[in-house]
Every structure is written in structure tokens, then in C-alpha cells.
């Protein structure tokens, strides 16, 4: 008796791990489905579209660029020398020291031979105490804040306090962005009153000949680790984020490049001390914060303004990323935890957040499991052939598919890597990643929910180059 209650309890357990797969992978095929379809009207719409006249008019609205630094002394010049090149007509950029322990202050101070200049400051948000302000008067548009270490989200917030523009775009240390990316960003801005936020687009610049904070060649990268992210990265942004945007259910605007009407972000009290998942968090707290004073908006995310970013060479990056993530992930959803399956928020509360709730937070748990216990019942006798199959092919092949499906999208779209050994590369890529990488931060990730509470607030340290090739 207790055998076969023993036996059902693996079968059901067994079978609603397959369904689990085969429900998210679904999930993941949909998105990629939507963001064809999505990818396709966006081209077209750019065919047509004249706006590159909007970078030498007069009526553009102004934009200010925040740069939380810390600890970012290989990366931070060639940052400020790309963003000062943007092709945008009025643009300010806002660098905020959060207290490195490194020298990247001085080197910004010497780089541009900034001054300490007495300048008052209106606190819209509370932060931590600011130590100065430098300038250049030869570089007007160019701020460096030096502050008391306080977090990313505390910096970003002195960023919004100092700036005077009214659409704030938060950039990473570590990242360069295109010259058209700031026209590109703002477009929904003019186009929709209601736009409240916009993310672009992020890609690995690992590998690619960068001279003076310019991309001067897109390459792919030399290290194993980072190739799997270049796939990861177009799978997670041109099928995920297109998917979720085509839905207007889009809960995430990656904290290395995002726009944000600054109005809206002061109103909700601006970035969330105290968590290190404060992009998802800025965005889930706008939607509930509107939402709730029925005040119509839009959050998109545009797959062509393109910031480019380095991606951890080693597994011990990879790890500390990965389960940073995860943490700010879990916290994020916590925080906003009256959003799950509420109808008040439309398909962000029906659909959105439970995805994110049953697939993202809690999926490591379950795939883990299915490929750890599926083989040991396999060859225990206890489940059939046939079954175990199914589990490889759902598992398996359908990633395999959706990352060869994300990687034809890019060339179809936006053609990055445009020789023919670049695509052979990223599809040998595409297929191995689910043999050992795709486990590996499935892994990383169980270990940020198991240490949540632990390091909730602890960012860790990932290893930076400088940008500039030799």
C-alpha cells in the first residue's frame, strides 16, 4: 500500500515537472512568436522613419544622463568620453561617485579637468550626504557628483536630485551606448504623452574593437563564458522583452540603459534604498503607483537603441551576477506582492506578475529538480522511456530552438553580426548552452534564493576591463 502511493507521488511528481517544462518553454515560444511579429512592424516603422532630423532641432526635449560609479576606475573615462560623443542636440551627463575605494574619482577629475564649484542642491528624494561637485566651464553639459557610499539606488537618486532636464536616462559604468541611442529612446517620449519610461536594448561588448568610448567594430568574444551570454542576452531581450512589451506588460527596464519621465520617478520617491534589484523595482513601483491613481501610461522598451555592456569572463562573476539577480529579483516581486493576480492591474497583474512569480523566481527550484530526480527514476525502472524522452525534448530541444529562434531574429532585424562565421558561432553556441551552462546559473540562481535574506543588500564585486582595445 505504501509502495504504490510511493510510486503514484513520484509519477505526479514526475508529470508535473514535464507540464511545468512544457509550460514555460510554451511560454518562452509565444514571446518569441509575438516578438517576430512585433520586430517586424518596428523595422518597417524605422524604414519610414526620418528621425535622425530630430538630433540637429532646436525642440527636442532635453535629457539628463545619470552614471552611478563605484569602483569603476577601469571603465568609467572611456564611459564619459562615448557618452559625450552622442548625437542628441541638448544632453547633460551626471556622474555620481558613490564613495569608490579606488581612484576613479581622480581619474575622472584629471581626464576632464574638472574644479570643485559650489553649487546648491534641491532634494526631491533624501540621500546620502554629497562631498562635491566638479566641473569643466569648457565642458558644460558634463557634472561629477562626489558622494558618501550609499548604493547604486541612493546615487542614481542624488543623479535625479542634481539634473535639471526632465526625462532622466540611467546609464551603467561599465557600458557604452551607441551615438543615435539617445535620439532613438526618447522617440516614444515625443510620440506618447503617456510614456512614462522606456528601456533599450543591451548587447555583450566583450570582444568588439572599442577606441576613445566608440564602437569602432562588433565582434564577438573570445571567452567561452561570454559567448554564452551574447545568445542568453538576445533570447532574454529580442524574444523575452519585445514579447512582454507587445503585451504592455512589461515589468523590467535593465538598469544599465533605461529613460524615466523624472516627474513620475520623484512622485514615487524615486530609486528603493535598501535593494539590489532597484530597476525592476523602480518599474513595478511606477505601475502600481499609477495604477492606483488611475492615471493612464505606458512603459516600452525599444530593441534598437543599443547599450553595450561587459559581461563577466569568469564563473565566479557570472555566479555573484547571477545571484544578484535572482535576490533583487525575489525582492522586487515581495515588495510589489499585492500585484499577483490582482485584475486591477489588467495583464500585469493577471499574467505578468505570475509569470514572473511561478517561472523566474520560483523555475531553478523546479528545473533542477526534473534533471536531477527525472534520470534517477529513469534508471530506477520507474519511469518509461518514452516518457524521459518527451522530458529531454521539452527541456532540451526546446531551447535549442528558441535560442537558434532569437538568433535569426537578430539577423533578420538588426544583422549585429552579420558574417556568415559570427551566425555559426552564436548557433553552436545556442545549442550548447543547454548542455552545462544553462544548469550552471540555474544553479546560481537557487543560491541567491537560498541566501536572500543573507545578502539582499550586498551587490559583490565583478571584475572589469578598460574598454579601449590596444
Known amino acids: 500500500m505504501l509502495y504504490e ?21 510554451s511560454i518562452y515560444f509565444i514571446q518569441l512568436v509575438l516578438s517576430a511579429f512585433s520586430l517586424s512592424d518596428y523595422i518597417k516603422k524605422m524604414l519610414y522613419s526620418d528621425y535622425k532630423k530630430y538630433t540637429i532641432s532646436d525642440n527636442m526635449i532635453p535629457i539628463s544622463v545619470l552614471v552611478p560609479a563605484y569602483n569603476e576606475e577601469a571603465t568609467i573615462v572611456q564611459n564619459i568620453q562615448s557618452l559625450l560623443s552622442l548625437n542628441y542636440p541638448l544632453f547633460e551627463i551626471v556622474i555620481v561617485n558613490d564613495g569608490s575605494k579606488d581612484n576613479s574619482l581622480n581619474k575622472i ?15 526631491h528624494i533624501k540621500t546620502k550626504k554629497v562631498r562635491g561637485i566638479y566641473k569643466n566651464a569648457d565642458i558644460p553639459n558634463l557634472v561629477l557628483v562626489d558622494k558618501e557610499n550609499g548604493g547604486k539606488a541612493d546615487a542614481l537618486n542624488i543623479g535625479i536630485n542634481i539634473s535639471k ?26 510620440e506618447n504623452k503617456e510614456t512614462i519610461a522606456v528601456g533599450g536594448i543591451i548587447r555583450i561588448a566583450n570582444g568588439s574593437t572599442i577606441v576613445n568610448g566608440n564602437i569602432k567594430e562588433i565582434k564577438l568574444p573570445k571567452s567561452r563564458v561570454a559567448m554564452f551570454q551574447v545568445v542568453e542576452y538576445l533570447r532574454a531581450f529580442l524574444t523575452g522583452r519585445m514579447g512582454w512589451n507587445s503585451l504592455n506588460s512589461l515589468l523590467i527596464i535593465s538598469g544599465a540603459f533605461g529613460a524615466f519621465r523624472k516627474e513620475e520617478a520623484v512622485e514615487v520617491g524615486g530609486y528603493s534604498v535598501g535593494t539590489i534589484g532597484e530597476d525592476m523595482e523602480l518599474v513595478m513601483k511606477l505601475h502600481e503607483y499609477m495604477v492606483k491613481n ?23 562573476d557570472l555566479r555573484t551576477q547571477r545571484r544578484r539577480w535572482q535576490i533583487g529579483l525575489m525582492d522586487s516581486l515581495f515588495r510589489h506582492k499585492k500585484m499577483l493576480f490582482n485584475p486591477r492591474y489588467g495583464l500585469i497583474g493577471m499574467l ?20 536531477i530526480f ?25 531551447g535549442i530552438i528558441l535560442s537558434i ?29 543547454n548542455f552545462g551552462y544553462r544548469q550552471l546559473t540555474v544553479l546560481y540562481r537557487i543560491e541567491g534564493m537560498i541566501r536572500y535574506k543573507k545578502h539582499k543588500n550586498s551587490w559583490g564585486e565583478i571584475q572589469r576591463k578598460s574598454f579601449d582595445s590596444k
Open 5 to 25: 502511493i510511493f510510486i503514484n507521488l513520484i509519477i505526479f511528481f514526475n508529470h508535473f515537472i514535464l507540464f511545468y517544462v512544457l509550460c514555460v518553454n
Open 294 to 316: 488611475k492615471r493612464k501610461y505606458n512603459v516600452k522598451f525599444l530593441p534598437d537603441p543599443v547599450c553595450w555592456t561587459q559581461a563577466p569572463e569568469k564563473l565566479k
Open 374 to 398: 527525472i534520470p534517477i527514476f529513469y534508471f530506477m525502472g520507474i519511469l518509461n522511456g518514452r516518457f524521459f524522452i518527451l522530458f529531454l525534448v521539452a527541456s532540451i530541444l526546446y
Open 109 to 123: 577629475i584629471e581626464a576632464y579637468n574638472l574644479k570643485l564649484v559650489n553649487q546648491p542642491i534641491r532634494y
Open 405 to 433: 529562434g532569437a538568433i535569426l531574429l537578430e539577423d533578420y532585424t538588426f544583422s549585429k553580426y552579420p558574417s556568415i562565421g559570427h551566425l555559426l558561432k552564436l548557433t553552436i553556441y545556442g545549442v550548447l548552452e
Open 352 to 371: 505578468a506578475t505570475p509569470y514572473f512569480w511561478f517561472f523566474e523566481m520560483i523555475g531553478p527550484v523546479i528545473e533542477i529538480a526534473g534533471y
Open 165 to 190: 532636464y526632465p526625462i532622466f536616462a540611467s546609464i551603467d559604468a561599465d557600458s557604452i551606448l551607441e551615438g543615435d541611442s539617445l535620439i532613438r529612446v526618447i522617440m516614444p517620449f515625443i
